[in-house]
Nanobody, 117 residues
Framework: VQLQASGGGLVQAGGSLRLSCTAS????????VGWYRQGPGNQREWVGA???????NYSDSVKGRFTITRDDARNTVHLQMNSLKPEDTAVYFC????????????WGQGTQVTVSS
C-alpha cells in the first residue's frame, strides 16, 4: 500500500494550489481520507477530511478556503487550497483510514507548501 501526496510548491499569498493524494494497493472509496499539515516548529494538525460515506469537514482555520474532493476513477483525493496565507505554510500529509477497521491506517510522505507574503 502506498499513498503519494503531490502538488505542493511555492505560491504568493492569495494564490491557489491543488494537492493530490493518490493511492495504490487500496481503494480510497472505502477509506476516510484526511489531510494534515505540520508547519515549522508546530505539531501536526488536522486540516480536513472526507469520509467514505460522503460528508466532508474542515478545521476552522481553512473552512471556506480549502475544499476536499474525491476522484474515484483515479483513486485520488484532492485538496484545493484557495486564498492561501503565509500561515498555511507547512508540509501537508494525507491519511487513509479504513472505514471498517481503524487499525488500517496509511500515511503519505508529505508535500511542502510554502506561501510567501
Amino acid at each position: 500500500v502506498q499513498l503519494q501526496a503531490s502538488g505542493g510548491g511555492l505560491v504568493q499569498a492569495g494564490g491557489s494550489l491543488r494537492l493530490s493524494c493518490t493511492a495504490s494497493g487500496i481503494s480510497l472509496s472505502s477509506y476516510h481520507v484526511g489531510w494534515y499539515r505540520q508547519g515549522p516548529g508546530n505539531q501536526r494538525e488536522w486540516v480536513g477530511a472526507t469520509t467514505a460515506y460522503g460528508p466532508t469537514n474542515y478545521s476552522d482555520s481553512v473552512k471556506g478556503r480549502f475544499t476536499i474532493t474525491r476522484d474515484d476513477a483515479r483513486n485520488t483525493v484532492h485538496l484545493q487550497m484557495n486564498s492561501l496565507k503565509p500561515e498555511d505554510t507547512a508540509v501537508y500529509f494525507c491519511n487513509a483510514l479504513y472505514r471498517i477497521d481503524s487499525n488500517r491506517s496509511y500515511w503519505g510522505q508529505g508535500t511542502q507548501v510554502t506561501v510567501s507574503s
